[in-house]
Nanobody, 127 residues
Framework: QVQLVEAGGGLVQAGGSLRLSCAAS??????????WGWYRQAPGKQRELAAT???????NYADSVKGRFTISKDNAKNTVYLQMNSLKPEDTAVYYC???????????????????WGQGTQVTVSS
């Protein structure tokens, strides 16, 4: 079992910056994150993709955040970050991280792959 713990949300004025983090942890023998994503869900709207990063470091951004948000990762810490600059009121949402994780329960176990989600962190941008 893997847990994703997010941090870094809060209230910021338009034009400001926030940095979100999401760390994967668990008690399995091995945990390898194959890819990360940040999604967001505004009130009354569907969850949408903000940014993704592959195990090789290839990034992808929604048009609405391109040039303002930067996704990065620290493989040694099993952690992904989302640096958000020039924030706008329309960026207000609950931000969720997700991770495609390959785990082995014990050293002799076969590998399993599953997608996990964080609990979400609120980002509010005031005008």
């Amino acid at each position: 079992q893997v847990q994703l713990v997010e941090a870094g949300g809060g209230l910021v004025q338009a034009g400001g910056s926030l940095r979100l983090s999401c760390a994967a942890s668990g008690s399995d023998f091995s945990i390898n994150v194959m890819g990360w994503g940040w999604y967001r869900q505004a009130p009354g709207k569907q969850r949408e993709l903000a940014a993704t990063i592959t195990t090789g470091g290839t990034t992808n951004y929604a048009d609405s955040v391109k040039g303002r948000f930067t996704i990065s990762k620290d493989n040694a810490k099993n952690t992904v970050y989302l640096q958000m600059n020039s924030l706008k009121p329309e960026d207000t949402a609950v931000y969720y991280c997700n991770a495609d994780v390959v785990t082995r329960r014990y050293s002799y176990s076969s590998s399993t792959q599953y997608t996990y989600w964080g609990q979400g962190t609120q980002v509010t941008v005031s005008s």
